[in-house]
């Protein structure tokens, strides 16, 4: 028990240190961090079972959601889309590439565009006032939880 809650210690410290000491994470409703799950819950997730959570676990820290995508490669592409809706690694705002972008959960072309028109974001309330413009209040907090910014400090 102890080596269990000492690897999840060192799990959380190396997943704050992948992204910027100040930073706005928007607010997980349905979806949990793939460097925080454990690896009970991460097998009862769609299209996963024991030994392929084993194995994503022993990938972590996965630095970007490309790394976790690398790390489930052996599901089919739509699998991996209906478990991103519910696993993800957040990406930032300022840098994240159009691959990563076109990894959440139905974000298509046109949303990818607006995503990057606003940058560089300063704050989620900024996320929050440009993209709001484009989806109703539920989208927007559905699209928060895949997404962090990096706050100057």
Known sequence: ???VVLCAAL???????SRPAYSQVGKPVTIVDANLVTEA??????HMNAALAK?????RPFKTVKDLDAALSSL???ERTELY????VPINLNTATDE??????GVGTRMLREFKEYRPYTALAQFHREIGKYVDNTELARLEQYVFVPVKK
Do not use: C, G, Q, Y
């Not at 799990?11 to 240190?17: E, S």
């Not at 194995?55 to 990938?59: P, Q, R, S, T, Y």
């Not at 990563?100 to 959960?105: A, C, F, G, S, T």
């Open 1 to 3: 028990m102890r080596n």
């Open 11 to 17: 799990a959380a410290a190396l997943v704050i240190t």
């Open 41 to 46: 819950d991460l097998a009862k997730l769609p």
């Open 55 to 59: 194995a994503v676990v022993a990938k």
């Open 76 to 78: 089919k592409k739509e």
């Open 85 to 88: 809706a519910k696993l993800f």
């Open 100 to 105: 990563e972008i076109l990894l959440i959960p």
